[in-house]
């Protein structure tokens, strides 16, 4: 006789020879017919309306003016800041120097528990690179790999975002087809973000920060 597991196990397999279903069509969704300004129009208006904040800039320099009025409105002079391509471009450590404000990466940390510790005591914000964002929902996302670790974005309370225009995309269904679809493998992890950091477990109560950042800014290029 065999085991409930054999039997799981049997049929698993059987499945996994069957031939995945056809994906339905796309409904003819609002959001697909928007041009580039009417796309981060709308990205604004749904990250806002989830007390995000958004900065529209025109390129590189006017984003480092940017993060040096956002960080000296809020006192920040210590940042993790994320070594992914956005970011990179921005050469944060010469802007860094420039303007008094420490820049602490995840490559400089050898140990992990240093790199834990730096991230969640040390750190006022965490400066990520948005690998896309989407704007049905105000939406950025982040693939995590040792370029963009997960805590840079989740540790600190104050999480800056650098989203490039040609990124953002109408609708979840483009993400997955456009960016997924052309990686030979999908990423393992890779997180939504909508707004700050919130939860309504505790008696029904929305409350933000609990469990990541209480603010989030997008610095939006293009």
Not at 77 to 94: E, G, H, K, R
Request: aromatic letters at 6%; zero cysteines; proline letters at 7%.
């Amino acid at each position: 006789m065999k085991s409930a597991r054999e039997e799981i196990l049997k049929k698993l397999k059987a499945a996994g020879k069957k031939p995945a279903p056809p994906r339905p069509s796309m409904p003819a969704l609002n959001e697909l017919s928007l041009n580039e300004d009417e796309l981060a129009a709308k990205f604004i208006e749904e990250i806002t309306a989830q007390t995000g904040v958004v900065h529209r800039v025109q390129d590189k320099p006017d984003a480092r003016s940017t993060l040096t009025e956002i960080v000296q409105a809020e006192g920040i002079n210590t940042v993790m800041v994320s070594n992914d391509d956005v970011v990179t471009a921005l050469d944060l450590p010469a802007w860094g120097s420039e303007k008094d404000v420490k820049i602490l990466a995840p490559r400089d940390f050898n140990d992990r528990n240093r790199f834990i510790s730096a991230v969640f005591d040390e750190a006022q914000a965490g400066i990520t690179g948005a690998d896309f964002a989407i704007a049905e929902s105000g939406t950025i996302g982040l693939i995590h790999n040792k370029d963009q670790p997960r805590l840079t974005s989740l540790a600190p309370i104050h999480h800056i975002a650098i989203l490039l225009l040609d990124r953002l995309f109408p609708v979840y269904e483009n993400v997955t087809e456009t960016l997924f679809g052309q990686r030979e493998s999908v990423p393992n992890h890779f997180t939504f973000i909508t707004g700050p950091s919130m939860t309504a477990d505790i008696q029904a109560t929305p409350f933000k920060g609990m469990h990541g950042p209480r603010k989030l800014e997008v610095i939006l290029i293009g």
